[in-house]
């Protein structure tokens, strides 16, 4: 048995998602590979290797690779499938895109977006915006699966030393091209890795006053920003901030929810956070009910008197 980790990076580092995942990989026991599929990544691979648990590093480098097409990276994967039991992607935006080819190409089903593996086997993964856990198990020989990496402590980025195996790329599909990337630029942390989060809601009333209120907070905490669905389609904060179910999943230490009501949309985001700090002048939002401190104040006082205090 044996488990084989898509890596996510960008050819120089690794990206934290691929830690987490590769914790699931131990959790199912037998060696734990990692596939760094990319262009000139020799970086990316050297930093795979050093991850705890990780017991070989596959390289496979060329311009097919270059921009994580996901037909291309499916085609790679599936060149290396004969020699593993297990493959696992992150339950990310670019897993989520190359996993389901995979497991068609296989001819097995995908269990997706694990949170508990229960043995090699079986798995447990959330439904129903995370109000009810499902135990899968599969009997297809060959398991394709996805990892909600909120759902396993990240595997630490040292102390390994995998031998990192080279191997052809496949060649270019042909089926799609890279056109061009926007990659929007911030000096905070990356939503998804971040220690803190500071989310605000449809209170904030307008994206000067989202910018206003809840930039300061963020800045005096090191924190990423985030924000409730209502708030993004307002147009109050960009898409890419959103936290829930349709959105991103976090997990950090600490999550400040300001003027968010707490929606199960929303809490199936940013339920399994460790502190929960909840603002909102509705002593009944059902945001109260998973705060571990609650502060039933308005947020346009209580937000600059902490920016302030702290
Ligand atoms: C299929 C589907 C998927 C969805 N996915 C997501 C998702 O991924 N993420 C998500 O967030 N939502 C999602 N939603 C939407 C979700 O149901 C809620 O509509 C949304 O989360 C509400 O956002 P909100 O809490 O900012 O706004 P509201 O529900 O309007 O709440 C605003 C809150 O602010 C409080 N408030 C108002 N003024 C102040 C003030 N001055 N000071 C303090 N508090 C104040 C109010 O008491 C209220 O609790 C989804 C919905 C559906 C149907």
Known sequence: MSTLVIAEHDNQTIKPAT???????????????????????????????????????????????????????????????????HILFPSTASGKNVAPRVAAKLDVAQVSDITKVVSPDTFERPIYA???????????????????????????????????????????????????REVSKSDRPELTAAKIVVSGGRALGSSEKFQEVMTPLADKLGAAIGASRAAVDAGYAPNDLQVGQTGKIVAPQLYIAAGISGAIQHLAGMKDSKVIVAINKDPEAPIFSVADYGLEADLFTAVPELVHQA
Request: proline share 0%.
């Open 130 to 180: 995370g109000n009810a856990i499902a135990t899968v198990q599969s009997s297809d020989a060959k398991k394709v699966i996805t990892v909600r990496t909120t759902g396993f402590d990240a595997a630490a980025a040292t102390g390994g030393s995998a031998q990192v195996e080279t191997r052809d790329a496949v060649a270019d599909s042909g089926k799609s091209a890279f056109v061009g």
């Open 19 to 85: 830690l987490n995942t590769v914790a699931a990989a131990s959790a199912i026991g037998g060696e734990v590979h990692v596939l760094v599929a990319g262009h000139n990544a020799g970086a990316a691979a050297q930093a795979a290797s050093q991850i705890a648990g990780v017991g070989k590093v596959i390289h496979a480098d060329g311009a097919s690779l270059a921009d994580g097409l996901a037909e291309n990276l499916a085609a790679q994967v599936l060149a290396l499938a004969g020699d593993y039991s």
